[in-house]
């Protein structure tokens, strides 16, 4: 064997992909930390209940418009999809890691080898959940007055 192959390059690519996307989650993160709270963020349920609410056209006060235009454009931004980048380059990371270690010193793939699968499928999940809350940008109402 010479060189690296496919596998080492691949662990090296998951690698740097994962660095790359973790300074992205830094960057998300700390803008959300700086941004002052909303009112309706400090209870418990509110997220879940405005966001039934914009689904179902039900009508909202203007804090509540207010918070759901700040859900949808936060799950909406490009940076907030680097968080479930960042767990599938991990689970990719650990899987072609573990198949460089089977082709360098020999041996066969394991369950514990494909056991990085399971944040590749959770990072799906979160991917999905981010898209769906971002898709209701249109539905959310500009004024308390238009929805009735």
């Known amino acids: 064997m ?39 963020g400090e209870q418990v349920g509110a997220h879940k209940a405005v966001l039934v609410k914009v689904r179902e056209g039900q009508p909202m006060s203007q804090d509540e418009i207010d918070y759901a235009k700040e859900l949808v454009s936060d799950a909406g931004s490009p940076l907030a999809y680097a968080i479930p980048a960042l767990l599938f380059t991990m689970g990719f990371f650990y899987v072609v890691g573990c198949m460089y270690e089977l082709q360098v010193h020999g041996g066969h793939p394991s369950f514990r080898t494909f056991i990085g699968g399971i944040p590749m499928l959770t990072s799906l999940n979160i991917f999905g959940q981010l898209h769906r809350v971002a898709r209701l940008k249109k539905r959310v109402p500009t004024s308390p007055t238009l929805v009735a």
């Open 2 to 40: 010479t060189g690296i192959e496919l596998w080492g390059g691949l662990t090296i690519l998951a690698g740097l992909m994962a660095l790359i996307c973790l300074a992205c989650v830094f960057v998300y993160i700390r803008g959300l930390e700086r941004r002052p709270p909303a009112a309706l």
